[in-house]
């Protein structure tokens, strides 16, 4: 799958995000999980050149197990709201890479907390018809709380009386990370997978391998294209 976004108007775009936005599938998870995947881009604010990375873990463990990278050029503008016209062709890439897709991908980015429940995690779903969720490191949209200090406290995050996400505080004394589902999961499924792939750090394993590896790949020490580890096993 190809995607390019670079000849869409901001009003194009609303359209096409109102559409995708019809796609979305809110129902419980209702299939195991053996493999999570966490994606990532990394771009400088101006620059057309964008790193992206897909990086498999056994969900068990949280062991990687695999990673996709792939270098592409983009052209939209940097506007809020209308970040995934920019990184998502990249992600669309790196998932086609993979011979067998992961069982959800969390993206470093916001799901349906968004003006128009259309945030990275959510468009990149519903294009590519999987479990995704998102997980962002600043709040884009809606109303929260201050979660207590302490790991595991969360509040909701809400358009008026809409629960769309959570804010978590991931680790004591640290900033909230903040949680929506993408697509084919609901609002508990994406805090219990994000519950479960907490370890020592302020982000969950998946987008912190995922940022990992792209910094790896934009830095020069991996290569493009898709790479089973060492310990390659599916579960």
Not at 5 to 16: C, G, I, N
Not at 95 to 100: D, E, G, N, S
Request: hydrophobic share 40%.
């Amino acid at each position: 799958m190809n995607i390019h976004y670079h000849d869409l108007t901001l009003s194009e775009a609303k359209a096409m995000q109102e559409n995708l936005r019809e796609n979305i599938q809110s129902e419980p998870l209702n299939k195991p999980i053996h493999t999570i995947a966490g994606a990532d881009i990394s771009l400088d604010l101006y620059s057309e050149t964008i790193y992206a990375g897909i990086v498999i873990l056994r969900y068990a463990d949280l062991q990687p197990l695999a990673y996709s990278l792939v270098k592409s050029t983009n052209t939209f503008p940097y506007v809020p709201g209308f970040l995934a016209f920019r990184e998502v062709p990249a992600l669309v890439q790196a998932l086609a890479q993979i011979p067998i897709a992961p069982d959800v991908i969390m993206v470093d980015g916001h799901g349906i907390a968004h003006p128009r429940r259309m945030g990275i995690a959510t468009h990149f779903g519903t294009l590519t018809n999987t479990a995704t969720l998102g997980c962002a490191k600043k709040i884009l949209f809606g109303k929260w709380p201050e979660p207590e200090a302490i790991k595991g406290s969360y509040t909701l995050i809400k358009d008026k009386e809409e629960i769309i996400g959570y804010a978590m505080r991931s680790k004591n004394n640290v900033k909230p990370i903040f949680i929506s589902p993408g697509n084919q999961m609901c609002l508990q499924d994406s805090l219990n997978i994000t519950v479960h792939c907490l370890r020592n750090h302020r982000l969950p394993e998946p987008t912190r391998k995922a940022h990992e590896f792209v910094n790896r790949f934009r830095t020069g020490e991996l290569e493009e294209g898709y790479h089973e580890l060492p310990n390659w096993e599916l579960f």
